[in-house]
């Protein structure tokens, strides 16, 4: 007789559950007591609130509050943007609304008095009870995402899209920094990721800085910070790990990293009106002793702004820490010239000798024959400049155009710049037998390659649909 889908060890019911879509999931859940306990913890560990807030938040709200052991059990809390009105515009909503959406809500189970307890605990005055309690009665939903932030005492990763406009929800992060709530309130965060209303506007920092002063947080995610006079507001942020899509400003990102005394990881993807590269590592230089990721990289859709900004003019020698290195190929387009030539710097004289891991990524068309020569003539260098290098990767994309190496500005650049042609398979082979005897491990795959040997950068653009 063949085995019962019952039958089979929790463990595998487990895995099989991680693998399906919500829907099924709940399905699956609501099949028998056992299902129910065992896959409900899976089933909440990250909670979405997205669509129409009436029926997502206020639910979430009010499930929540009935059952105080589910509060325990979300690690990840992703908001999608709610609309953020301070007050109900009641001359144009009308008294009569309010009462009706309180008659429908009332219908399905409301119970005003679980809410307004959970703010009278969460207040830490009588006025701010008063606010918040009038900001939920006229169903403000910057207030109730405000209070939901207050129900789960496990979070470990919050994912948020700011409205345009709000006080309650950044009320609750500065509170929550400073430890005024009586109960845990995002006292376990390590992962904020954070996106605003409008991606062309991008968030005012002030918005952002009240989640570098939480307690655990370690990594800080944010979707284009927006120009702000006032930013910096702490030195003494927990925070090792940054990854930002776009800075409007120099002094945005000199506060950022200002902020982070224990930065350990930079990584940057280039959008239009973005800073200059010379301008990010002016700035990175403030966490030159603690850096030890770079990863600057470039959105394919502004490679024609940005090709030539992003070049590297000065060496690495600065960051003693660095052990990873993420760059576009035409980062290094001035340090590509003839071995032989010179006086002319080459790539031993910008890569710290400590450094462990290289990605060179977007190289193509001419740029690739000239990258081998180069990169060639680095692994013969000897020890002394590449003694702790152990791995390599090489992201090709041959079918690029507007990515070639940029011609030569005079004369005596093209002198320098001219390589002897060699046949590529040529090239690549006497590579990776430098890299074999160096004891480098070397990966040279093509754009897209799913074998390509480096994490994606995670950010937080690809958490949020209405980001392309």
Request: charged letters at 20%; hydrophobic letters at 40%.
């Amino acid at each position: 007789m063949a085995p019962h889908f019952q039958d089979l060890a929790s463990e595998i019911h487990l895995l099989i559950a991680q693998h399906l879509g919500t829907h099924d999931s709940l399905n699956l859940l609501s099949c028998s007591h056992y299902f129910y306990a065992l896959l409900l913890p899976l089933a909440y560990k990250r909670v979405e609130v997205r669509g129409n807030w009436f029926d997502n938040i206020i639910s979430l709200v009010q499930t929540a509050l009935r059952n105080p052991q589910l509060c325990t059990l979300p690690r990840t809390l992703h908001i999608a943007e709610w609309t953020a009105f301070i007050e109900l515009d009641r001359s144009w909503h009308g008294v009569d609304w309010i009462r009706d959406l309180l008659e429908d809500l009332r219908a399905t189970g409301y119970d005003a008095a679980l809410v307004n307890a959970k703010v009278k605990q969460v207040s830490c005055s009588e006025n701010e009870e008063k606010v918040w309690t009038h900001g939920l009665e006229t169903f403000n939903p910057d207030a109730w995402v405000g209070l939901l932030l207050t129900l789960f005492p496990n979070l470990t990763r919050l994912e948020i899209q700011f409205p345009e406009r709000g006080v309650y929800v950044r009320r609750v992060v500065e509170r929550a920094a400073k430890g005024e709530f009586d109960t845990p309130v995002l006292a376990s965060v390590s992962e904020v990721f954070v996106t605003g209303w409008d991606n062309r506007v991008g968030l005012y920092p002030y918005r952002l800085m009240p989640f570098f002063a939480l307690p655990s947080i370690r990594r800080f995610s944010c979707y284009k910070i927006g120009l702000n006079c006032s930013f910096l507001t702490t030195r003494n942020s927990s925070i090792t790990d940054i990854s930002i899509d776009s800075v409007s400003g120099v002094r945005e990102l000199r506060d950022l990293v200002l902020s982070c005394p224990n930065l350990e990881s930079y990584r940057h993807t280039y959008m239009v009106n973005d800073l200059s590269c010379s301008d990010v590592y002016g700035m990175l230089r403030f966490a030159k002793r603690t850096l030890k990721t770079i990863w600057l990289d470039i959105s394919e859709y502004w490679l024609d702004y940005h090709e030539r900004d992003l070049q590297i003019s000065s060496p690495l020698m600065e960051f003693t820490a660095l052990k990873l290195l993420h760059l576009p190929g035409f980062s290094f387009v001035s340090f590509l010239g003839d071995p032989q030539a010179s006086g002319r710097p080459v790539l031993s004289d910008i890569i710290p000798p400590w450094l462990e891991i290289l990605h060179i990524v977007k190289v193509g068309g001419k740029l690739y024959p000239k990258f081998m020569t180069s990169l060639l003539h680095y692994i013969n260098s000897g020890k002394e400049h590449n003694m702790r290098l152990a791995e390599l990767v090489i992201e090709t994309w041959f079918c690029t155009p507007n990515i070639e190496t940029p011609e030569p500005s005079d004369a005596s650049e093209s002198k320098h710049a001219t390589i002897p042609s060699k046949d590529l398979a040529v090239l690549e082979n006497e590579l990776k037998q430098a890299c074999s005897r160096e004891n480098i491990r070397l990966c040279i795959h093509e754009k897209g390659d799913p074998l390509l040997q480096f994490e994606p950068m995670d950010s937080a653009v690809g958490l949020f649909e209405y980001l392309d």
